[in-house]
T-cell receptor
Framework: DTGVSQDPRHKITKRGQNVTFRCDPI?????LYWYRQTLGQGPEFLTY????????KSRLLSDRFSAERPKGSFSTLEIQRTEQGDSAMYLC????????????FGPGTRLTVL | DQQVKQNSPSLSVQEGRISILNCDYT??????FLWYKKYPAEGPTFLIS?????DKNEDGRFTVFLNKSAKHLSLHIVPSQPGDSAVYFC?????????FGAGTRLTVKP
């Protein structure tokens, strides 16, 4: 399977705990994006990398959210001190640096904060 | 700020008929538009796209129309099949800034 993969698929945590999600993009894609999706809404952009450089992070939801892509391949999204409002689907997408921006999504990680 | 809007949360059509899903946007700087399909418990799947220099793009049963002056795009599915039942998101992009609508749930009845 050469699509975008995400791990874990589901995460249940208690309020105040830290969580980390992983995304492996399509291998030849150098751009990687994180989104959050809540019920009844479309994906909401969080941050994006081109290779290892994080080119946009102003739309991360708070300073509790951070993302890394240290070697320009897989990426991690961390949420510190989780809150119940963080419960959502976290989606990763990747694309190739061309003239268009067709992003291909992974299956998502569903986070439930109790 | 909702720069991309899908005003119909749901649509139901009969198998074999045409499905028309609509999307409006407000940012005239968007230059690339996409439709994604989403099944439950899966990520969005890319369906079809159109560049702002075109007004129509066709791929099999799926056609996307873009009306830049009206800032409106639509997705036509013909003929509709029960397997097309899913949530459809439109998206608009400007230099790696992609915004999504809230989605339209399409139900195709046999």
């Amino acid at each position: 399977d050469t699509g975008v993969s995400q791990d874990p698929r589901h995460k249940i945590t208690k309020r105040g705990q830290n969580v980390t999600f992983r995304c492996d993009p399509i291998s030849e894609h150098n751009r990687l994006y994180w989104y959050r999706q809540t019920l009844g809404q479309g994906p909401e952009f969080l941050t994006y990398f081109q290779n290892e450089a994080q080119l946009e992070k102003s739309r991360l939801l708070s300073d509790r959210f951070s993302a890394e892509r240290p070697k320009g391949s897989f990426s991690t999204l961390e949420i510190q001190r989780t809150e119940q409002g963080d419960s959502a689907m976290y989606l990763c997408a990747s694309s190739h640096e061309t003239g268009t921006d067709t992003q291909y999504f992974g299956p998502g990680t569903r986070l439930t904060v109790l | 700020d909702q720069q991309v809007k899908q005003n119909s949360p749901s649509l139901s059509v009969q198998e074999g008929r045409i499905s028309i899903l609509n999307c409006d946007y407000t940012n005239s700087m968007f230059d690339y538009f996409l439709w994604y399909k989403k099944y439950p418990a899966e990520g969005p799947t890319f369906l079809i796209s159109i560049s702002s220099i075109k007004d129509k793009n066709e791929d099999g049963r799926f056609t996307v129309f873009l009306n830049k002056s009206a800032k409106h795009l639509s997705l036509h599915i013909v003929p509709s099949q029960p397997g097309d039942s899913a949530v459809y998101f439109c998206a608009a992009s400007e230099v790696n800034d992609m915004r999504f609508g809230a989605g339209t749930r399409l139900t195709v009845k046999p």
